[in-house]
């Protein structure tokens, strides 16, 4: 389809070398490949016609995105909440939707919780030309323009990391960010982490009574991101209780002076939920709805839960991939630490070659490949438990189903009468 400015010239593609960089004279091309130089206000303004002229000049955020897909939900509440804290603040930014919906009432409703702009749902052709010429891969996605004509395409990992702080996202803004998050990296200890200027203490299981930060100085500690509405998390926890107190076995009867420890960091949505989810864990937790464990999930750059960040004796970040850890390893991951995961993969390859090749499992009807990282392997979700592998797995070379070598229920075939299409 070709594009067409406004006095209905042709205007021609972009080159791969111009993709990164577009002019804001282009703008009118961008979005009026059908002819229609307008976008739609926001609904609180009775959707009137916004010229696209209007955004010269302005940072541009292109929205990805659509309401049937739930991290597209979640990421939408976030960028609602920086775009009308930078527009309150004067900035000179603009977000322009550009929906994936699968129909109009999707699209409508949808845009009820958005205060920007929105290409129109009927004009396919724009959507499809603005898809193509960002090369959107998935959503949610957000591409910034800036008025000099440069673009960069990793939006959503911006706001997620440093919300209205990383306006207005040119690349010396962006430098200056990861040099403070650098230092703040090299300074980090649990005090710091933990606490703030009106509060120094955790509280226990009980709720009542408050454990000072600074006893955990010198412990391993695990900061648990989670949430009870969480299904993947109330699969997760059980197992981390089970984990956490065969750790703390284990380290008791070893004697030492190491210890380890967990901190609950709530994503409930009220104050009954984190109670009730919190009642059944044995470990500390901070205060609900601190504005702390925001920050903190902001710091590590956490994007799903559950999630569990490694803190080591030193204050310092050991792993954010605390969760793949304990699924991969369970009570022999602790302390997390490189030397410790080398350990055990050495472990796991001599274990590996006194495994079977291949095997048939309880829950699959086809025979298993026993596959690694380097011969058809690779990160994967094991189909029984339903969690993160790596490094070895069971395998069906027919239809992928995966399965952790310690998942496998081993079975016979015949006996069974699992096999279907041998």
Not at 244 to 258: F, P, T
Request: proline share 5%; glycine share 8%.
């Amino acid at each position: 389809m070709d594009l067409y400015d406004n006095t209905g010239n042709l205007v021609q593609p972009l080159t791969d070398a111009d993709s990164h960089h577009i002019s804001s004279s282009k703008f009118p091309s961008l979005f009026g490949s059908t002819g229609c130089h307008f976008l739609l206000s926001s609904t609180a303004q009775a959707a009137q016609q916004v010229k696209v002229s209007d955004l010269e000049g302005k940072v541009i955020g292109l929205y990805f995105s659509a309401n049937w897909y739930p991290p597209c939900r979640n990421f939408n509440n976030l960028l609602v909440g920086v775009y009308e804290q930078l527009k309150s603040n004067g900035c000179n930014f603009e977000v322009v939707f550009v929906s994936s919906d699968e129909d109009l009432g999707a699209f409508n409703g949808y845009r009820e919780s958005m205060p920007w702009l929105s290409v129109p749902y009927s004009d396919l052709e724009t959507k499809k030309a603005l898809n193509r010429q960002f090369d959107v891969e998935g959503i949610p996605c957000l591409i910034i323009l800036q008025p000099d004509g440069s673009t960069l395409h990793d939006g959503v990992e911006l706001i997620y990391k440093h919300g209205v702080e990383a306006f207005p996202f040119t690349k010396e803004k962006l430098e200056e960010l990861q040099r403070e998050e650098r230092m703040k990296h090299e300074s980090q200890t649990l005090t710091n982490l933990l606490t703030n200027p009106g509060r120094d203490y955790l509280l226990d299981p009980t709720l009542t009574n408050k454990v000072p930060v600074d006893s955990l100085i010198g412990k391993t500690v695990g900061l648990y991101f989670s949430a009870q509405w969480c299904v993947p998390c109330a699969k997760f926890t059980p197992k981390l209780i089970s984990i956490y107190q065969k750790i703390k076995q284990n380290l008791e009867e070893k004697g030492g002076d190491d210890d380890f420890e967990i901190v609950f960091l709530s994503y409930d949505r009220d104050q009954s939920g984190f109670v009730s989810y919190y009642g059944a864990m044995p470990w500390l937790a901070l205060p609900f709805g601190e504005s702390t464990i925001r920050n903190l999930a902001k710091y590590f750059d956490v994007q799903g839960i559950p999630c569990l960040i490694i803190i080591g004796p030193d204050g310092k970040t050991v792993t954010k991939q605390g969760r793949n850890l304990i699924n991969l390893y369970q009570e022999n991951a602790y302390p997390f630490t490189d030397a410790k995961l080398e350990l055990l993969e050495k472990e796991m390859e001599e274990e590996a070659k006194r495994l079977p090749r291949t095997d048939y499992h309880a829950g699959h009807r086809h025979e298993l490949t026993l596959v690694s990282e380097g011969n058809g392997g690779g990160p994967f979700i094991c189909c029984d438990c339903e969690e993160q592998g790596s490094g070895w797995a069971y395998q069906c070379l027919g239809c992928g189903y995966e399965v952790h070598p310690r998942c496998m229920r081993a079975v016979d075939p015949e006996k069974t009468g699992l096999v279907e299409d041998r």
